[in-house]
């Protein structure tokens, strides 16, 4: 009778855990996952969002040593599909005075065209562009929330020049599923000397 109820616990107690992990592991987990820019007429900044695979093992960054690199990224263990992040949404704020909120536009191409949404749906191991400042390029000296100028193209829509932000400002952007928030990085845009802008989005930066 001991040995049976021995092994019923140890059943019920690893049933538990595996679908405490799997569940764990399955839930999406959206990173900031680069950035990227385009120039033209009009200059645009864009953040990178995807859905990371989940692992269940141990994972190595890269390692570095007197400046030479060892190894990249190294993984062990098993992989795991996690679920796709519904319903994503995104809104930009300011990070400090009024705080005042602006949607954001998901950017797909369909058809060769460049399409905007407010919501979309992104699986496991999809990257996702997120537009951020828009500007009047190539020498913007001022810069906008980026928004589209129709659901379809490559054109966003800026106000009037007097109307525009001015270097340096800084933003906070916040990314939510099914309502639920569960990435929030920073957006900057800040100008050198020369009157030249930068754009930083998340941890990666770049000539505006």
Not at 116 to 121: F, I
Not at 150 to 155: A, E, L, Y
Request: with cysteine; charged share 20%; net charge positive.
């Amino acid at each position: 009778m001991k040995d049976w109820t021995i092994l019923l616990l140890g059943a019920v107690f690893g049933f538990f855990i595996n679908e405490v992990l799997s569940r764990f592991l399955r839930r999406p987990l959206l990173r900031n996952t680069g950035s990227s820019g385009s120039s033209g007429q009009f200059c645009v900044a864009s953040a990178v969002v995807g859905n990371r695979p989940g692992l269940m093992g141990l994972q190595l960054d890269e390692t570095t040593f007197l400046g030479k690199r060892i190894h990249g990224p190294l993984q062990f263990g098993l992989p795991i599909e996690r679920d796709t992040a519904k319903d994503c949404t995104a809104y930009i704020e300011e990070a400090e005075g009024e705080r005042r909120r602006r949607v954001l536009y998901w950017a797909k191409i369909e058809n060769g065209n460049w399409s905007y949404v407010h919501s979309t749906d992104i699986a496991c191991g999809e990257n996702v562009t997120l537009p951020i400042f828009a500007g009047e390029g190539p020498n913007a000296s001022r810069f906008a929330v980026f928004e589209p100028a129709s659901n379809i193209g490559n054109n966003p829509r800026l106000p009037a020049q007097e109307n525009q932000i001015i270097p340096p400002a800084s933003f906070n952007v916040v990314v939510s599923c099914r309502g639920r928030p569960i990435l929030k990085f920073r957006a900057r845009m800040t100008k050198d000397l020369t009157g030249r802008l930068y754009a930083h989005i998340g941890e990666s930066s770049g000539t505006f």
